[in-house]
């Protein structure tokens, strides 16, 4: 096994279950290092389940998560944390009155002894994490408020933040959605740095062109099992995937026969 | 003509981001949108200064009309400044002019079993803080409107001390001009000028001083504005939300305990139940004034200072000025919708 296909995060069978529901019954997916995994499904494939559990939101009550070859009991956001997953969610989770910088270091300030904040260093730091994702601008800098800036910014203030605390895998659910076209190509520029530099990135997305443009490998999940997985280049197009989803949602099964056998 | 919208277009377009490019380069403009409402709130109070001024120059350039002033206003000042901390946490504490009352009497209380005044000070402020996480545990972990809850407890903290002291008031004249008296309330004056600086006005500049490194540039303070703008996000990061929100409240039980030691010291060492009672509303309208908005996230300290001078500068100084008592709520009431105005042009609320 080369080291750019190891699996960095291994679900084995995994479970969910919020009462009589089963949103998961028995996912097993490996996220291979320093790819970019596209997460695809219908409303209530159980796409957002999964993202959780990959959180560390839901504990599954069946299966393993292993991750980098450790097997990873109680699994909690703190404990995904740990392990280097960070995840962004759709809501992106940020003080819209406040700076860059301070949404940076919400609930991880840099401070001394007594608790004050070390103003310069966290400026620094987040210059340092906006420019390795191409997080740049003469219009604003660490010091501007997060409110004023498009969505596709503040995408990337709440990637920068995922990546201070080394991150090796970052799940950004839904990064793309509500974004207009130059603002989505915005992100795809920093999620492209972020590979670059090495980082596992998991792509959740309802646009399947969004998906298609960014990620390496597709994973395509419903009714709670997968469906079908492949490389990118295992398909023929954008519209070769898109038309085994619409098989999927019609029959419930895609025609995975139509996959071209990458060697 | 099809092509002669963008042409038009371009030179708006590049008068336009020039103008914001000079705006973005100006230090003044810089400067005033990080600080704008502060600085309103000083404008508003030099205005109002300035005509009380215009009415009355003889009375309002002597330093000797400030020393009344100086006295009175370090109450205001020590409640408004932490009362910035409460709304921008997104809560409200109307109990805190009913801690006044209670730790003027725990203070005198112990005064007058001959604890040194300092002792009983510092006793006073646990006291304080003791109330403060009660009222915060109540309001954060009964899952409570904190302006339902902390008026109710304003009423009953009320109501428990007047019980308690049965309309008694404590006095101990022994204790004034002792050593930790002289320090806390004490006077002096400033270079024969005739204008007497008290020390409780010193120690509110002090407090102010302390609140704003606290707010800006402690991890506690900047925590409580993350939660007041967006507490699920500041959960989501593993801020302990709950957590942010008592401390808000105990702090505000020691600024409250603070003031209520100074006001029984600054009426000679006599308390009556119901001190404190006259500072909620002023204190409230000094903080909006000062240019804390209403809906949390943000709030500026040394606005609210400002804020507490001007609140305290209008009742007494518009008599000054020559404006018949009955003028008085009237100027409040206008100072407070014009400087509500003036804040709204520094900016509504970001989302």
Known sequence: MSGQDAPIVELRNIVKRFGNVEALSGVSMTVRKGEVLGLLGDNGAGKSTLVKTLAGVHDPDEGEIIVKGNARKPWTPLAARDAGIETVFQDRALAPQHSIVTNIFMGREITNAVGLIRVQRQIDEANRLMREIGFTSKVFNPESTVGHLSGGERQGVAIARALYNQADVIVLDEPTTALSLTETQKVFRFVEAVKASGRTVVFIGHNIYHVWEIADRFFVIDRGREAFEGEKTAFTGADHLIEMMHQLAETGKADTDTLVNAA | ?351
């Open chain 2, 1 to 351: 003509m099809s092509d002669a919208t963008p042409a038009a277009a371009k030179p708006v377009e590049a008068i336009a981001s020039a103008v914001d490019r000079r705006k973005e380069q100006s230090h003044w403009f810089r400067f005033y949108r990080r600080n704008g409402r502060a600085l309103n709130a000083f404008l508003a109070l030099v205005l109002v200064w300035a005509v009380f001024a215009v009415n009355n120059p003889v009375l309002f350039l002597n330093p000797v009309y400030y020393n009344a002033f100086l006295f009175t206003v370090p109450a205001t000042i020590f409640l408004t400044t932490s009362l910035v901390f409460v709304i921008v946490s997104g809560e409200l504490d109307l109990a805190f002019p009913s801690v006044v009352g209670a730790a003027g009497g725990v203070f005198m209380y112990l005064v007058v079993l001959e604890v040194p005044v300092l002792a009983a000070f510092l006793v006073t402020l646990g006291f304080g803080a003791l109330i403060g996480l009660g009222i915060g545990a109540i309001v954060v972990y009964g899952k409570i409107s904190s302006l339902v809850a902390t008026l109710g407890l304003n009423f009953f903290i009320l109501g428990l001390v007047n019980l308690l002291a049965q309309g008694r008031t404590i006095s101990a004249p022994d204790a004034v001009g002792t050593f930790g008296n002289r320090l806390l309330v004490g006077k002096w004056e400033l270079f024969d000028t005739g204008l007497q600086i008290p020390n409780h006005f010193v120690w509110a500049l002090a407090w102010t001083v302390f609140c704003y490194v606290l707010f800006k540039y402690h991890r506690f303070g900047v925590r409580v504005q993350l939660v007041g703008d967006n507490s699920e996000s500041a959960r989501q990061m593993g801020i302990n939300v709950e957590r942010i929100r008592v401390g808000v409240f105990i702090f505000s039980g020691i600024a409250a305990a603070i003031t209520g030691a100074v006001l029984v010291q600054m009426a000679n060492m006599v308390w009556f139940p119901t001190s404190g009672k006259a500072y909620l509303l002023i204190a409230l309208a000094a903080l909006f004034v000062g240019g804390t908005p209403t809906w949390g996230g943000v709030g500026t300290i040394f606005g609210a200072f400002f804020g507490a001078l001007t609140v305290t500068l209008i009742p007494s100084g518009a008599v000054g000025a020559g404006f018949a008592g009955f003028w008085t709520d009237f100027l409040f009431g206008l100072v407070i919708i014009l400087t509500m105005v003036a804040h709204r042009f520094s900016g509504a609320r970001v989302r």
